[in-house]
């Protein structure tokens, strides 16, 4: 027991007092922040290329109306397009816009040609469409005699408020439950899932190098010589994952910080929000209020008691399951990348599908693929804590767990068996037939 104490001690004073893991942990949430948000600036980012386009509106639907944008501008012309393209040079325009009129006024297909030397791209093309499809619908209530204010209040904003099926309880909102509660599972659920995909496969990565590493350089037959090659083997193991336990500890402290930091130094301008949200026409200040009121509330009655301690059992679990496949890999190559990606890919594949599962898990959390998915031990270490957030039952999770220590265990008993042989073994490659023939073994 004390060289096993000392093994782990070993592994995990090495790599916490290393300035990559000091780096890695602290700028670590910094990082993912900047990341969210960069990501977040890219896909709302919209093209700034400006286009100058000529109308030829034969059925006159527009009446010569047209409101600019910070895309388009806009102007008419009654002449025939080979006209407006002979003045090309006196009156430069990037595309023409030839909209026929309808047939019907109940036609509801339209089909415009749009001529230019350069190709619309999608966003332009989409918002392009949607110009000429609201003015087009103005135009057939014009022609139609119908008021448009009364066909505006023909539409009706719904909001599906969640309710138990409780015959003794009528009144809205004892629950606690708001219209938000699954976006907001879903925004806990992805995190926490991600971030055991990321603690997972990084530090089984880690394990791997660390036996590939010892093996390559002799290291590991001074070190036989006073150890078991199973205490090496769990010593390394208990080790890393103390790091990431310490990574995560030092994470959810530094999270809530960085959080609270950045809005008392750049400050979230509630009127600014309110002023952007009225001009879009998408919510006022009471509804602002509501919805921050919500998130508050959804983010206080979340069952952290239950999540934090499901989620360290799921990385630990996860954890021994595959960095002691890692380690066995590891043990059975030497410094050949091309080798160690062959045997590795069958560890890989299940921590990849298990996060695009993780993705389908948080938009439809008692899903047949989430719910098996989240009970599987090579998925559940992250499918399931993306569902935790969403209250799964408790037999799920009970389920969830025991299978999964089971099956680190089993993986850590053939992983020992396969690192007793294959860390002594040089000058031969490690095939998957010579794997299982380790196994087999008897000691």
Not at 174 to 181: N, V
Not at 244 to 258: H, K, S
Not at 312 to 336: C, E, K, Q, R
Request: a negative charge.
């Amino acid at each position: 027991m004390n060289k096993l104490w000392l093994i782990i001690k070993r592994e995990y004073l090495s790599r916490v007092k290393t300035k990559s893991f000091i780096l890695t942990t602290l700028l670590g949430p910094i990082i993912m922040v900047v990341f969210i948000a960069i990501v977040g600036l890219i896909f709302g980012y919209e093209s700034d290329e400006t286009r100058e386009i000529v109308i030829i509106d034969r059925g006159d639907m527009l009446e010569h109306k047209m409101k600019d944008t910070e895309s388009f501008f806009f102007r008419f012309s009654d002449k025939d397009y080979a006209d407006v393209v002979a003045e090309k040079e006196q009156k430069p325009f990037d595309a023409i816009l030839i909209i026929p009129p309808l047939k019907e006024v109940a036609d509801r297909k339209l089909t415009i040609d749009y001529h230019s030397e350069d190709q619309l791209d999608i966003d332009g093309m989409l918002a392009l469409q949607n110009i000429i499809r609201d003015k087009i619908r103005d135009y057939k209530i014009r022609e139609l005699s119908l008021d448009s204010e009364q066909l505006d209040n023909l539409r009706t904003s719904i909001t599906v408020n969640p309710e138990p099926l409780d015959p003794d309880d009528e009144e809205e909102g004892e629950t606690g439950a708001t219209p938000i509660t699954s976006m907001v599972g879903a925004i806990i659920g992805g995190s926490m899932g991600f971030v055991m995909y990321f603690l997972v496969f990084i530090n089984g990565m880690m394990v791997m190098r660390s036996v590939m590493e010892e093996k390559t350089n002799r290291i590991v037959e001074v070190m036989i010589s006073t150890v078991k090659p199973f205490q090496l083997m769990m010593g390394k193991l208990i080790g890393v994952g103390g790091v990431g336990l310490t990574q995560i500890l030092i994470w959810a402290i530094l999270i809530p910080l960085i959080v609270v930091g950045a809005n008392l130094i750049f400050g979230f301008d509630t009127g600014q929000a309110v002023d952007l949200s009225e001009a879009s026409g998408e919510l006022n200040t009471e509804d602002l209020e509501i919805m921050m009121a919500q998130v508050t509330a959804e983010l206080s009655a979340v069952n952290w008691w239950l999540l934090v301690p499901c989620f360290v059992i799921f990385f630990l679990g996860g954890y021994l399951v595959y960095s002691s496949l890692f380690a066995a890999v590891g043990s059975a190559i030497g410094d050949d990348m091309a080798e160690s990606q062959a045997l590795t890919m069958p560890i890989t594949i299940p921590v990849i599908l298990a996060l695009y599962i993780m993705f389908a898990a948080i938009r439809a959390p008692n899903s047949s693929l989430a719910v098996w998915s989240s009970i599987f031990p090579l998925f559940s270490p992250i499918v399931m804590p993306a569902r935790l957030a969403f209250d799964p039952p408790a037999w799920q999770i009970l389920l969830s767990i025991v299978l999964l220590l089971a099956t680190a265990w089993g993986c850590v008993w053939v992983s020992a068996r396969i690192y007793r042989t294959g860390i002594l073994m040089y000058g031969k490659k490690g095939t998957f037939k010579e794997i299982w023939k380790w196994v087999r073994a008897k000691q």
